[in-house]
T-cell receptor, first 112, second 112 residues
Framework: DVKVTQSSRYLVKRTGEKVFLECVQDMDHENMFWYRQDPGLGLRLIYFSYDVKMKEKGDIPEGYSVSREKKERFSLILESASTNQTSMYLC???????????FGPGTRLLVL | GESVGLHLPTLSVQEGDNSIINCAYSNSASDYFIWYKQESGKGPQFIIDIRSNMDKRQGQRVTVLLNKTVKHLSLQIAATQPGDSAVYFCAENTDSNYKLTFGKGTLLTVNP
């Protein structure tokens, strides 16, 4: 079974803090994705990566950056957290042969 | 008051009944479709997929139907159980980088 894990289920941070969200997959997948999910807006793509050290902006990259130093790990970074970044963050991965994205359990982030 | 956009379409069924959840997709060039199930507080879970060269695919208690003429996808759940209560959303692949476009979802409530 594909397993995608995220470092935290719940996080509470203060405005202006730097926040790291970690995602690890154990299936040697090339492609990894970060989404945020908000009521009424569905899943929105922040960034994705199709290889180590490669990254592409998604639909809403502003205020975020990412890092992919190892194939299994994809990190989402909020350089200076703001209250409008309070959300559910979901990581997903897939390999080049498949198109199904497998999701982690999500991190619910609250920025105060 | 709350925006209408914050409210998901809702389907309420009795335990044991069949459920049909619908999705209108956006791009006639999409060639791959997925249904996901998301329980409260969890990440989306893959249910079933279908390629555009098929119009029907069956899994265990689930069937996906694809009507390319009207760009419509449906998920049928047989003998719905309380554990099926969740948000269900469809996704379509319209991009060679394996990016998916997600629907907003439908909330399925199963009454015992």
């Amino acid at each position: 079974d594909v397993k995608v894990t995220q470092s935290s289920r719940y996080l509470v941070k203060r405005t202006g803090e730097k926040v790291f969200l970690e995602c690890v997959q154990d299936m040697d997948h090339e492609n990894m994705f970060w989404y945020r999910q908000d009521p009424g807006l569905g899943l929105r793509l922040i960034y994705f990566s199709y290889d180590v050290k490669m990254k592409e902006k998604g639909d809403i990259p502003e205020g975020y950056s990412v890092s992919r130093e190892k194939k299994e790990r994809f990190s989402l970074i909020l350089e200076s957290a703001s209250t409008n970044q309070t959300s559910m963050y979901l990581c997903a991965s897939t390999d080049r042969e498949q198109e199904t994205q497998y999701f982690g359990p999500g991190t619910r982030l609250l920025v105060l | 008051g709350e925006s209408v956009g914050l409210h998901l379409p809702t389907l309420s069924v009795q335990e044991g009944d069949n459920s049909i959840i619908n999705c209108a997709y956006s791009n006639s060039a999409s060639d791959y479709f997925i249904w996901y199930k998301q329980e409260s507080g969890k990440g989306p879970q893959f249910i079933i997929d279908i390629r555009s060269n098929m119009d029907k695919r069956q899994g265990q208690r689930v069937t996906v139907l694809l009507n390319k003429t009207v760009k419509h996808l449906s998920l049928q759940i047989a003998a719905t159980q309380p554990g099926d209560s969740a948000v269900y959303f469809c996704a379509e692949n319209t991009d060679s980088n394996y990016k998916l476009t997600f629907g907003k979802g439908t909330l399925l409530t199963v009454n015992p």
